[in-house]
């Protein structure tokens, strides 16, 4: 009766022993499968750096009209294509270095960029850009608001507004309810957006 019941128990044993070393054998193969993956999911997805074309606000409209987002795989080829080819920063450039200066083409330009947020604080993250079809911006006295929608709804913490854009204003209701909620005037930039952080809903850049 001892006898047998040994033999089982070494059997069972030797199959605790084999399941062991199977899981073991199994863990390191994946630890050595997984740098592939590893490397796929550390890299950026592309398109985060957007790229959103906004009308003057005309007399009697409550929102400028605006095109779809185009977006890019670098902040530098949003600014590009924003500028029509006339800024071109180096492809390491940072955001939070951007000014009006840097975004000032060498000529003459048909588009403009009146304003760019970002998903983080101090300028950083994924980055919307909104760009204007003239070369002026508000500094002739006009006025440009819009939504924000999509994936850029209640995302942006900090903001910058550029050509003359001096107020520039984030909303936590989108139009034309813009004015019963929460907002903050960045004047003309805001490296954080306070209780309004990740709430924005609309914006009006102003002279």
Not at 99 to 112: D, F, H, K, R, V
Not at 153 to 176: E, M, Q, R, W
Request: charged share 10%.
């Amino acid at each position: 009766m001892i006898r047998p019941l040994i033999r089982r128990l070494l059997r069972r044993g030797f199959f605790l022993v084999a399941l062991s070393a199977a899981a073991v054998v199994v863990v390191v193969a994946a630890a050595h499968a997984s740098p592939t993956a590893t490397a796929a999911s550390a890299t950026p997805d592309p398109g985060h750096h957007c790229v959103v074309t906004v009308a003057p606000l005309l007399p009697g409209q409550a929102m400028s009209v605006t095109s779809a987002p185009r977006c890019f795989g670098t902040f530098a080829e949003a600014i590009a294509a924003a500028t029509n080819g006339a800024v071109q920063l180096p492809a390491n450039v940072q955001p939070a270095d951007v000014t009006a200066a840097t975004l000032a083409p060498a000529a003459p330009t048909s588009t403009t960029i009146i304003g760019i947020d970002w998903i983080d604080i101090n300028y950083s993250g994924s980055s919307l850009t909104w760009q204007v079809s003239n070369g002026v911006g508000c500094t002739t006295g006009l006025s440009y608001q819009s939504n924000v929608t999509g994936s850029w709804n209640n995302v942006i913490s900090s903001s910058k507004a550029f050509a003359g854009c001096t107020l520039n204003t984030h909303y936590d209701l989108p139009y034309p309810n813009q004015n019963n909620g929460a907002f903050i005037n960045c004047t003309p930039n805001c490296a954080s957006m306070g209780a309004m952080n990740d709430a924005t809903s609309a914006e009006s850049w102003r002279p």
